[in-house]
């Protein structure tokens, strides 16, 4: 699985490197405020003698910054990397409380097509990829260290439009969706499958190079 996420994650970079090379000033960055809002389901299983029921597991929802790198390859085509900074989550347990946190960073690559690309109401839908590192797992539940996958990677998928506002300026107002999922393990036992696949709602600001 490494080495696939790797080979798709250089093949996707090499494609927005060669093809950069063929038009002029087809860069264009948006500054977004983004609300994570994660799905919280989980599978039942069985800890500490007890039986918890499925989505007894949660990640909090929080606003985050996002940073996008949008390339055109045409007027309607464009591809673009979705950005931000390592985030911190925090777990629960119905009826135990906080488990602890861990660290992710979740970047996305997608493709897209622009609907009416010189106008100033300019919509937009893409799909593509969402890779996530997971790191520094601090989870634990009555002393006992919980464990999850390092990486996750699914599907992601996006809407919005682009309002101009003049002099290469726009509002932007986005909509995103991703699958993200990781196995929680005690030792080398596996508890359950925490689907987060959150929604990201977006309010930013674009800029057209």
């Known amino acids: 699985m490494k ?4 080979i798709l994650i250089c093949g996707a970079l090499l494609v927005l490197s060669a093809l950069a090379l063929s038009a002029a000033n087809p860069w264009s960055v948006r500054v977004r405020a983004t609300y994570l809002q994660t799905a919280d389901q989980s ?27 949008d390339y055109a390859f045409t007027d309607t085509i464009y591809g673009e990397v979705v950005l931000t900074i390592p985030q911190t989550q925090e777990v629960t347990l119905a009826g135990v409380g906080k488990l602890g946190t861990f660290k992710h960073l979740p970047p ?25 590192l997971i790191w520094d797992n601090s989870l634990s539940v009555a002393g ?3 464990h999850l996958d390092h990486h996750s990677i699914g599907f992601a ?19 995103k969706h991703a699958s993200l999922s990781s196995d ?26």
């Open 144 to 146: 006992v260290p919980l």
């Open 108 to 132: 996305c690559f997608l493709f897209g097509y622009r609907f009416n690309p010189t106008g100033t109401f300019r919509p937009y839908v893409g799909a593509g990829f969402n890779y996530t």
């Open 157 to 175: 998928a996006q809407a919005g439009v682009d309002w101009n506002l003049g002099n290469n300026w726009s509002v932007n107002v986005d909509l």
């Open 3 to 6: 080495y696939l996420t790797s």
């Open 184 to 209: 929680v393990y005690a030792g080398s036992t596996r508890l359950t499958t925490a689907q987060l696949d959150p929604w990201l709602y977006a309010v930013g600001l674009r800029y057209d190079f």
């Open 43 to 69: 599978d039942a299983f069985t800890a500490l003698s007890i039986n918890f029921p499925k989505n007894a597991v949660s990640v909090n929802d929080k606003l985050i910054p996002e940073i996008d790198i």
